[in-house]
Nanobody
Framework: QVQLVESGGGLVQAGGSLRLSCAAS????????MGWYRQAPGKQRELVAR???????NYADSVKGRFTISRENAKNTVYLQMNSLKPEDTAVYYC???????????WGQGTQVTVSS
């Protein structure tokens, strides 16, 4: 079992920045992927960014160049630095811990990010 605790959401004006954090605890095994997904009202949950335990990263096209994902393996924590925020970034952001073997997903409770125009 893995527990995820998120922090860092809030309200910000367009062009501003926010930093999300997600700390994982419990049965943390090597060989995992930590990432952030988001879900806006009336839309499906979508991948924002993810980072493998070895450091490889993937980003959604819509956030490339604006968001940066990073992780501290010693703390089992993943961060999402969000710069140049846009109103269309408004969503509930969910932390995800994907265990590779066997494949299983754990989710955080979600944190609201609201970007005003």
């Amino acid at each position: 079992q893995v527990q995820l605790v998120e922090s860092g959401g809030g309200l910000v004006q367009a062009g501003g920045s926010l930093r999300l954090s997600c700390a994982a605890s419990g049965n943390i095994f090597s060989g995992n992927i930590m990432g952030w997904y988001r879900q806006a009202p009336g839309k499906q949950r979508e991948l924002v960014a993810r980072i493998y335990s070895g450091g490889v990263t993937n980003y959604a096209d819509s956030v490339k160049g604006r968001f940066t994902i990073s992780r501290e393996n010693a703390k089992n924590t993943v961060y999402l630095q969000m710069n140049s925020l846009k109103p269309e970034d408004t969503a509930v952001y969910y932390c995800n811990f994907h265990k590779l073997i066997p494949s299983y997903d754990y989710w955080g409770q979600g944190t609201q990010v609201t970007v005003s125009s």
